[in-house]
């Protein structure tokens, strides 16, 4: 028996990158995937590779500002599934996917709104969708993906540290409330990551051990937490050491 036979995990931004690899790996330990992408053709493009692995796949195809289709979407998995025993809240991003990366005293309203709306607004209204559930089944397991923007700061990304560092309170926030009903409340900071397989190094370093990271490593560390029983309202950061300060090599 697969790791997570017969359960159903939620993947947001599983078009590409980390949530692409994170919603792989669901499948492949054997869970139903609800595929959650702005991008309809990413987001058809995860569910058929997942199809190809023997488990089910849905698309959600929308973005996780519009909390009235997150829930419709939500609704549907549950009607399909069953139930939603996993959310992975991936899905989000700096002023960058807007060209607008500026200085703070420079951003323009606009942005500061897509920024939060689209990191903590959005884990939030996906929080919300499948809690209910999650209680009534007394199981359950969230898992926001933070970002060591919000341990050590980024140069052009204050909103963005801002609503990361706003996902690592609600995760401790919410853990408090949930525990009882055995739903397991975790975040994951991540450092540099590689995205479409280029390193990325704008965040300074790359690591205390040489590198940047690898969508699988962000993915290894969500099955983690997904698997276990006892670990809840804690932020695990994977940077390869890049938040232990300055290298001395």
């Excluded at 002023?95 to 500026?102: S, V």
């Excluded at 990304?157 to 853990?175: C, E, H, P, S, W």
């Excluded at 409330?177 to 540099?192: L, T």
Aim: hydrophobic content about 40%; aromatic content about 6%.
């Amino acid at each position: 028996m697969k790791l997570f036979e017969g359960r159903t995990a939620m993947v947001t931004g599983a078009g590409k990158n980390i949530g692409k690899e994170i919603a792989l790996s669901f499948a492949r330990n054997g869970a139903n995937v609800i595929v959650c992408d702005y991008n309809e053709e990413y987001a058809k493009e995860t569910v058929n590779e997942i199809l190809t692995l023997g488990v089910e796949a849905m698309p959600a195809v929308c973005d996780v500002r519009d909390r009235e289709r997150i829930f419709a979407y939500v609704a549907e998995a549950i009607e399909r599934f069953g139930k939603v025993d996993y959310l992975v809240n991936n899905a989000g991003g700096s002023a960058g996917l807007l060209n607008k990366l500026t200085r703070f005293v420079d951003a323009e309203q606009s942005t500061l709104d897509f920024v939060i709306d689209t990191n903590l607004k959005g884990a939030m209204h996906c929080v919300q969708a499948v809690l209910p559930s999650m209680i009534a089944q007394r199981y359950g397991k969230i898992i926001n993906m933070s970002s060591i923007a919000a341990i050590c700061g980024l140069y052009d990304r204050v909103d963005y540290a801002a609503a990361k560092a706003g996902m690592i309170g609600m995760t401790k926030a919410l853990a408090l409330e949930v525990g009882e009903f055995d739903i397991c409340i975790n975040c994951i900071s991540p450092g540099a990551i590689e995205r479409n397989g280029e390193k990325r190094d704008h965040m300074t370093h790359l690591g205390e051990n040489g590198r940047s990271g690898t969508p699988k490593d962000i993915a290894d560390t969500v099955l983690f937490l997904a698997h276990q029983d006892y670990i809840t309202g804690e932020n695990i950061v994977v940077d390869g050491g890049r938040t232990l300060g300055p290298s001395h090599r």
